[in-house]
């Protein structure tokens, strides 16, 4: 169970700390989704062509961060509604996905890597990397100061002549690279790619964003409990003989319950 | 995190439409082996017969009505994202209660209705008490609504002597009347006309619309103001459901007398792009939903048969709300400061 755990922790954490770059700017990122999507078809996609696993796995990020590019000349450039922007991308994704899987592979079905699955301590090491690099971006550097800034006081940066759109763009395309990131090892993981693989993750690591206060260590005590929950889904399916169409709810189900009192936690502290 | 509510320019609109429009063109031309030939089919097709006319205003009147119940929360300034798995509710309900017998069609819709009011209006009610954002919950509880109607149709439901993963067929006596045999137009495309009146006598004409709009407009000067932001917060959730729900139930009583696993994929989807396209306003919903229902028709009929035309209905979804609330040309116009498209 401790190898599942970690796993789910670890690509979550990955995802969320990507939500937490847009976030962090001030743009709420909804189609994290559609990036993990895309993240995780290009890397099977790369692998089958042979490309060695760091590179299927940058590919995969480079891929969603070009989702991420989209997201941006919509919302920032030309001012479109984020919320709205992020439903796109998630239908982009889900629409152009199965397309490209039927032009590359012939199937819109599952595609299977040939030598199989990465050892889940690559994808813990990576996400902790990202943990730690994240940390010292948001903390340490001129970047992530305006990064925080632009999100929290805008005119304030405007008012010094210094772009608040730079640091927005910046923001938005660490959240593709990282939601990319994580689509691509869990797909280089269990050595498929699968429609619908993201399966709710981009939805949850918006979630943890909030559970975990928006800083990343908190961000990864959040993914934990998400990390667990999960693997102790996976575990019902085969001891409790839940039907598993229905256990696929149960991530929305936890989700939702963990927001709604997080938000209620919050509103009475206020 | 305020959500905002969409506004959408009169010139987005129609540029939202034209690209969506160039999109499908873009696709099937590419892909069809004679494109003028396919190109007459995709425009023409829809319209050429009353099998085909009659399918495409079915279509219509359920995009409406989902349309409708996103406009309602929009103008509320709340963001009923939901919609999907509230048609899917609203249809499976309907049908449990119609398959009971001795039911009439009314009380099965209203059944399935309900469901999906309460459904919207959990989150509704979750934003206003807690301040979980409506947004949020509501695309995860229809989320997780999505998986347990699946199942309930694969499973216990399912017309076992079928092969469709299907329930049984309603009695003969709960269907609505077909307008246009043998298309699926039937009277539940009127319930649309008659909701989008009523939606737009209640919006521009009544103090219940006013303060909903004066609430959507800056919940803060309503709260100042004395209303009740909690009721508008909560009830236009409510009715969102309800419409959205309306929607699913007529394609049970009024198109497939039964429910089919997923059969009511895209209606809530594309409700918000019809919302978005018809400027949250009542009186273009119709047009938008027709343009949307064209759009989808014609796509299929011009590459029929190919599983293509799934797919293509969400890249054009895409397209839509990619540039709906988008001002292409915010660059040349004077630089104004944007405070709102920060929040």
Redesign the interface.
Known sequence: MMPQILQSWALLLIVALGGLLSERG?I?NIGLEGMITMGAFVAVAAAQAGAVVPVAALLGAIAAMLLAL?FAQ??L?????????G???N??A???V??LS?IVFGT?GSVRIADGGIPVWTVVATAATVLVLVHAVVYATPLGLRLRIAGEE??WL?AQGIG?TRYRLAGLVGSGLLAGLSGALLALRIGVYLPNISA?RG?IA??IVYLGYRTPAGLAVAALFFGIMEAVAVRAQSVLGV?P?????LP??L??VA??S???L??RER | MPVSQPRTRSGSAILAAVAALATVLLVILVTADDPARTLRTFLLGPWSNRYALGNLLSRAGMLALTGAGVVIAFRAGVFNLGGEGQVYLAAVVSTVVLLAGGVPTSLGVLAGASAAALLGGVSGWLRHRTGADELITSFLLSAAITPVLDYLLVGPLRDQSGSLLATPEIPASTRLAMLLPPSSLSSGALWAVVVLAVLWVVLHRTLFGYELRIVGYNRRLARYAGMSVGLYTIVPMALSGFLHGLAGAVLVVGVHHRSIVQFSGGLGWNGIAVALIARNRPELILPAAIFFAFLEAGARAAVLQNQTTWELGSIVQAVVFLFVTADVLARRRKKVVSAEAAS
């Open positions: 001030g709420l989209v919509f919302s450039r030309w001012q479109a509604n984020p919320f709205i922007v439903l796109a991308i239908v982009l889900a629409g152009t199965p397309l039927e819109r805008p005119e405007r608040v709710g939805w918006l979630v039907p169409t229905v256990l696929l709810a929305y189900v989700t939702v927001f709604v997080y938000a209620a919050r509103n």
